[in-house]
Structure formats: C-alpha cells, structure tokens
C-alpha cells in the first residue's frame, strides 16, 4: 500500500511537470494584458488551463541582478544565452531556466565545497553500513572516501538527489514549473509529500524563520547566495584540480591530497 501511495504522488507529480517542455506557441507571455482596442471573438478562444505563475522572467531582470552582483562586470553574456529560445520554448522560458539553473549549480557547488573542507578533516564515528564497516577515514581525502563507498549506498545517495530533482521539475504538485512563471530558485514545499506519505522537513526554511522576511531583504540575500555559488563552483574545482592535477592551483598546493583515480565517479 505504501509503495503504490508514493509511485501515485511521484507519477502525478511528473506528469504535470511536463507542461513545461511540450511545445507552445511562441507569444509574449504578458499577451493577456490587452490593449482598449482590443477584441476577442469567442468562437475562436479555446480554454486550455496551464500551469502559469506571474513571475516571467525578462533580460531586464538579468541586467539588474548582475549590476547588484558585480557592477564591476555587470551585465556580461557572450554566447547571447539570455536571447535565445531553448526547445522552441519563449525567450521568458529560457531566461528562468537559465536562471535556475545558475542557483542550483551555486547551491550544489556550496554544499560539495563544505562537504569537501568538513570530510579532509573529520567523519562520522559510527559505522558507515548494517555490515559494520566504518566510515572512510579522514586522511583518505574526499574523493578517496568516495571510492571507498559500496556501490550501493553510491546508488541510494544518486536516487534521493534524482527523486529531489523530479519533485523541483514537477513544483511540488503546487507550483508552476521555473519555465511557467515560478520564481526560479524557488524550491517547493514538500507539503503534498506530507500529506500524502510522512512528514517531512522543506528544504528552505524548515521551521518558518523567514516567513516575515521583506521583499527588500529577500533580493539582497539572493544576491548574496547567486555571489556565493559562483565562488563555491570555482572553490570545489578549484579542490579537484589541486588533487588531481599537482601544482595546477598554487594556492592549494600545500593541502591537495594526491588522487590518481576519476573524480567523476
């Protein structure tokens, strides 16, 4: 009964996800606001109810979070990403995921960073698995340790990032996807697993500390987490590289623990 509970909440929630990639047509998506001397025939609207938010996403948006970022550098995009149309999708759709993508990577690359500086020095003492085995010592240097993990738990830890993903792609059963109007960056709560399987903590402000932020506060700590995921990507590359290649990263050269194997398995 269980497993048939979630597998119905994980499908219904992947379902409605794919919305966000089937193909459109390519209007502006502020083309509801109409003009006085504009008319619809009703004999030509065909209702369609789609998973819409109201936070599109514009360039002028880019523009303005890179001068708050860096005004050194502000605005900078050479490969012209922000003017592009991924999958046939609007130029709004391919700005969210653009920026999404851009908060996600930031927020991965923060946590690989400390995970990275928490593991060179300190593990957990209790075993590791039912079997007893400990946990991969200190000295080994993360990507080590890694290598040092049975394959399964490897599986175990790459299905719960994969289940996260797919309940961000789907917007928790009550958003929009970030392609449609959500806020991107914005993680969905995990209210309909709630409901429907075990409770469970939300990611972002599990114990409602930040339900009475200002919108004022809540785009300067953005800027702040945007800021500090790019330094947090070039940091855990930055690691990988001094273990991987020696003297690659000067800086690092005293730390780096020496690593042979691939880095990316």
Known sequence: MFTMKYLHVICSLFAGSLHAFAPVAQVDPFSFLLQETDTIDSEDVIPVKLPMGDMFETRANLEAIATKANPSVAYW?????ADAEFWGQSNSATIGWIRHAEIKHGRVAMAAFVGYCVQSNFVFPWKETLAGAPH????????????????????????????????????????PHY?????????????????????????????GLNKNMSDEKREERLVMEINNGRLAMLGIFGFLSADTIPGSVPGLASIAKQYEGNPWW
């Open 77 to 81: 995009d050479p490969l012209k990403l």
């Open 136 to 175: 991969p010592e200190a000295s080994l240097g993360p990507e080590a340790q890694w290598d040092a993990v049975p394959d399964l738990a490897k599986w175990q830890i790459i299905f719960l990032i994969g289940a996260l993903e797919i309940y961000d792609e789907c917007g928790g059963g009550t958003m």
């Open 179 to 207: 392609m449609r109007g959500r806020k991107p960056g914005q993680y969905p709560s995990f209210q309909v697993f709630r409901d429907n399987i075990h409770f469970v903590f939300d990611l972002y402000d599990p114990f």
